[in-house]
């Protein structure tokens, strides 16, 4: 982590660090986040699950927290992942999140920008995420900020019973 943790995005926001007392509200937070995609019936996510995947003995996740005024109003999850061609890690933004009203005043992108630094700290050679492709708003956002879609892949995803079978 670079030596300065908290960035100031304005005299009243700030990006840090989640740590174990945020479990609850990175749960609400996943949770608006999965209402605003329409997926809030998907979320099995738990306190519990949550803790252990952030602060448990091998956390598999990090999460930095925008906050206005102390409170968190945004979340950035994210995780490393490794190119094989690159030969290094990559960082993986699983979810980018900003409650609604909070929208329009740049902590989207002070979260962004955060986590490209973090990212050029630890030596990875890229930052990548998924948007959902009716999530214009999303979309024009990040090719603002310099992203550019990968439209020759395509993402596959065996999980549930799926999962098993393939594992049996």
């Keep these: 982590m670079s030596e300065e943790r908290f960035q100031s995005v ?4 700030q990006i840090r660090p989640a740590t174990v007392g945020d479990v ?14 329409k997926l809030l019936h998907e979320v ?3 306190e519990a699950l949550v803790h ?26 994210f995780f490393h992942n490794y190119s094989t061609f690159k030969g290094r890690a990559g960082l993986y933004l699983e979810d980018l999140f900003v409650r609604t009203e909070y929208r329009g005043h740049g902590i989207g992108e002070a979260l962004l920008r955060h986590l490209a ?11 990548e995420w998924a948007v959902l492709d009716w999530n214009k708003r999303a ?20 999980s549930g019973e799926a999962l098993v079978r393939l594992g049996s």
């Design 52 to 77: 252990e995947s952030l602060f448990g003995p091998k956390p598999v996740a990090e999460c930095m927290l925008a906050c206005v005024n102390g409170s968190p109003v945004g979340f950035a999850l």
């Design 139 to 158: 979309i024009e956002f990040y090719e603002r900020m310099g992203a550019v879609g990968v439209h020759d892949w395509t993402v596959f995803r065996v």
């Design 24 to 37: 609850g509200v990175i749960l609400a937070l996943i949770r608006e986040l999965a209402e605003y995609e």
């Design 10 to 13: 304005s005299a009243t926001t």
């Design 117 to 127: 630094r973090l990212a050029i700290e630890r030596g990875c050679a890229r930052m």
């Design 44 to 46: 099995v996510a738990t």
